[in-house]
């Protein structure tokens, strides 16, 4: 499975124990699941809620930051999308969960309105 994001966890994502900010994760889980509404609304797409977070494990300065989603639900003008950050230590293999979430998106116009999120 291909990541919506990916990206490696600097110095100014972290708190003054060296952990990623939880704030931080759930905005590049945002990001990824932004991505996936935009691309299947055909347009733009905005965030209306975030629920079900959770943090199973920690990130550390250095890790990479993978965040992959799904499809979860669509509606006439909304979309459901689940997230998950994985982090990848940065000189090895090990891989583990670090947050999940969903994230629900309304697609809209130019004019803020909600739209049909599958256009014609």
């Known amino acids: 499975m291909t990541p919506d994001i990916r990206v490696t966890i600097m110095p100014t994502d972290t708190n003054p124990y060296g952990g990623a900010f939880g704030g931080w994760i759930i905005s590049q889980m945002a990001l990824g699941a932004a991505s996936r509404a ?3 609304s055909k347009g733009r797409a905005i965030l ?13 300065m ?4 993978s965040v ?7 509606g006439t003008t909304s979309m459901t999308i689940s997230a998950r950050a994985d982090r990848r230590e940065r000189d090895g293999d090990f891989v583990e969960t670090v947050a999940t979430g969903r994230f629900t998106f309304v697609a809209v116009d130019d004019a ?9």
């Open 68 to 74: 992959f989603t799904t499809m979860e639900k669509t």
């Open 48 to 60: 209306v809620a975030a629920d079900e977070m959770r943090f199973p494990a920690g990130a550390v």
């Open 112 to 120: 803020n309105r909600p739209r049909p999120c599958t256009p014609d």
């Open 62 to 65: 250095g890790d990479e930051l």
């Open 38 to 40: 935009s691309r299947h």
